[in-house]
């Protein structure tokens, strides 16, 4: 059939169409590999050319530096330096050993140390750098430098390295980081690439652990042009990596630089707490370690020094330490009695020296007795007897219970290495523990915070603090991230009715200030800071018969591994509580001549600010006072971040 003449037109105007559409789509395509061999040529002509004279382009990792750790004044408790080292990558070295022999001409290195080189070298991928030195003096680092065309694979490199300015000072609380080791990497289900870095720093223990994935940051990377002899010609390119957040804890470094120095070398602990928002403002263990030793690879000597000290510096005595809380627990016996309605403020029992339970006498401290004796005197005179009576009234488990709502037998939430829960004992517990039934006896032993009692210097200072307020005070560490600070929630009410917490409040301060009073001698004069406490002695062990009859009869006399535990609690002022301390002296003997000074010193030094006044002071003791502080060396609560040191 014959197509009309407007047919005919229409189909030329199709076939015009897809003529040019298919035409603009070669041009497209043609355009684009023109451009992209354009771009290959001019553009990237560099790069190829390198890749086709037997150089090749390498992304290497930048380690992150890592973030900061200030007190609450600003100052640097933990910061970083610069650091000098060189490494070395078994596929870019060739012959590993002849470059190690030349290495050796230029860095002081022991046979060992080489053989030990050669090892790790060995076992680690061919493409990971291995570290040849860390803290290289400039010499050291220069003359690698300049020798590098003789060193193929090594890499002489600046980085950053963790460093504590306050030393000891803060050791237990912090923590330290050190080299990431295969056993930390073993624990990790997808470790992150950084950590496979050379002499990479991760946090072991304390707060460098804990917050670790904060502090670590993010790793940044360098494009690099490395010949085929392994030596790098140029940086191409470069991406830095994120830092660690900077994290502002709740501590002083005065105050915790103060209770160091005033443990000194006792085998002790000391925390201070503001009862107020929970903020720990001194956390201290003695004696210290310089963290710093372990930053830089600390020696066999230096290391086996401290395991085999008698005074276990390593241990963090503050949250690992839990001991029998003596005398300072019987405000939890105290209230719990007072609580179940089955003692109260006029209740009297009377102490002949020992109460006979089962065929059994148990002694109170002062042999001769103390009469009859009240809630607020039980408190005063420390009388054990008081408390036995009321532990057979109430039971073992209202006790419990009630030490555990003032924080002890529970697991503070810090981030701290192994924080101890304690024992709160009750008939459950020995069931579960022992598979024997709870007895009177023990009721007894633990209403003086004696038997399977146990308890942390933090868990007795969180008790102090709950007693001083009334409220669920909560201890915390990190007060703000990256400039932003942490909520302070509300503490709640623990429930105890006012009253009852007025008489163990009476008692603290009989304790303090009253003329029977067990820590008298330690009291504070100064009305406006008036301190309320309880001493406590825990026993480590009986005086055998034997030893009597040689004549040893005072804890003094016996080894120092065998002598009492002095304790003391307290907080001020006493009308309107701002801070509550606790502190232990292992086998130090007597709360009242050891440990209550100690705390009444650091307590006074977190209320004046500094180092506090001599009025503040009894004035028999002023002279001493202020001997010791002279020959301190305090932080100037002055001196700004920098956290620099100075004679009070």
């Known amino acids: 059939m014959r197509k009309s003449p407007k047919d005919v037109i229409d189909s030329a105007r199709i076939v015009s169409r897809r003529g040019i559409m298919l035409g603009a789509a070669q041009a497209a395509v043609i355009g684009t590999l023109g451009w992209r061999m354009r771009s290959m040529q001019l553009d990237h002509a560099d790069e190829y050319r390198l890749l086709s004279d037997g150089n090749s382009i390498k992304i290497r990792l930048l380690p992150p530096v890592r973030g900061l ?32 022999a030349r290495l050796r001409k230029l860095v002081a290195m022991s046979d060992e140390e080489a053989a030990e080189l050669l090892e790790t070298i060995s076992k680690r991928s061919a493409i990971t750098p291995v570290s040849i030195g860390d803290h290289l003096s400039w010499d050291e680092f220069s003359s690698i430098a300049v020798n590098a065309p003789a060193l193929p694979g090594v890499q002489p490199e600046s980085v950053l390295s963790r460093v504590y300015p306050q030393g000891g000072d803060f050791a237990h609380v912090l923590g330290y980081v050190g080299r990431v080791s295969d056993y930390d990497l073993s624990k990790m289900e997808d470790p992150d690439p950084v950590l496979m870095l050379p002499e990479f720093q991760f946090g072991k223990v304390g707060v460098e652990n804990k917050l670790e994935p904060i502090l670590r940051g993010r790793a940044g990377t360098r494009k690099v042009e490395v010949n085929a002899a392994g030596r790098e010609m140029r940086e191409l390119s470069r991406q830095e990596g994120q830092q660690g957040a900077t994290v502002q804890m709740t501590l002083d ?11 000194g070398e006792e085998s002790a602990a000391a925390v201070v707490i503001d009862v107020t928002n929970g903020d720990i403002m001194a956390i201290a263990s003695a004696p210290v370690f310089d963290p710093n030793l372990f930053v830089r690879g600390i020696s066999s000597a230096d290391y086996r020094a401290l395991m085999e000290h008698d005074h276990r510096p390593l241990a963090d005595k503050t949250v690992q330490g839990v001991y029998p809380p003596g005398s300072t627990f019987k405000m939890a016996t105290l209230l719990a009695g007072l609580d179940a309605g089955l003692i109260n ?304």
């Open 69 to 100: 750790l200030h007190d609450r004044n600003g100052r640097v408790i933990a910061g970083n330096e610069q650091n000098y080292r060189a490494t070395i990558t078994r596929e870019s070295a060739g012959d590993v050993e002849q470059v190690i």
């Open 253 to 263: 470094a005065g105050l915790q630089n103060y209770a160091v120095q005033r443990l």
């Open 345 to 648: 403020g006029g209740t009297s029992y009377f102490c002949n020296g020992a109460l006979e339970v089962a065929g059994r006498k148990f002694h109170c401290w002062s042999r001769g007795g103390h009469g009859h004796v009240n809630p607020v005197e039980s408190l005063q005179k420390s009388c054990d007897v008081f408390y036995y009576e009321t532990a057979r009234a109430v039971g073992i488990d209202r006790i419990a219970a009630m030490a555990r709502r003032l924080g002890m037998g529970v697991e503070h939430d810090l981030p701290m290495s192994a924080v101890a829960t304690g024992i709160a004992p009750d008939k459950a517990w020995k069931n579960d523990r022992y598979g024997k039934p709870w007895v009177v006896g023990d009721s007894l032993n633990a209403s003086i915070g004696q038997g399977y009692v146990l308890a942390s210097p933090l868990q007795l200072a969180v008790m102090t603090a709950r007693v001083a307020t009334g409220r669920e005070v909560k201890p915390r560490l990190v007060r703000a991230i990256d400039g932003v600070p942490e909520p302070q929630p509300e503490f709640a009410d623990l429930g105890i009715d006012a009253r009852h917490l007025d008489v163990a409040r009476r008692g603290m301060d009989a304790v303090m200030n009253s003329s029977a009073g067990t820590a008298r001698s330690s009291r504070i004069v100064a009305d406006e800071w008036r301190m309320a406490g309880k001493t406590g002695t825990s026993q480590v062990r009986n005086i055998t018969a034997a030893e009597r009859a040689r004549g040893v009869i005072r804890n003094e006399q016996l080894p120092w591994n065998r002598r009492d535990h002095a304790l003391f609690v307290c907080y001020a002022p006493f009308d309107a509580p701002r801070y509550a301390v606790s502190v232990v002296v292992e086998h130090g003997g007597g709360g009242s001549a050891v440990a209550a000074p100690i705390a009444r010193d650091i307590l006074l030094y977190a209320l004046a600010g500094g180092v506090p006044p001599l009025t503040a002071y009894p004035d028999g003791q002023r002279a001493g006072i202020e001997e010791m502080h002279r020959q301190m060396r305090l932080i100037s609560p002055m001196a700004g971040a920098g956290g620099t040191r100075t004679r009070a």
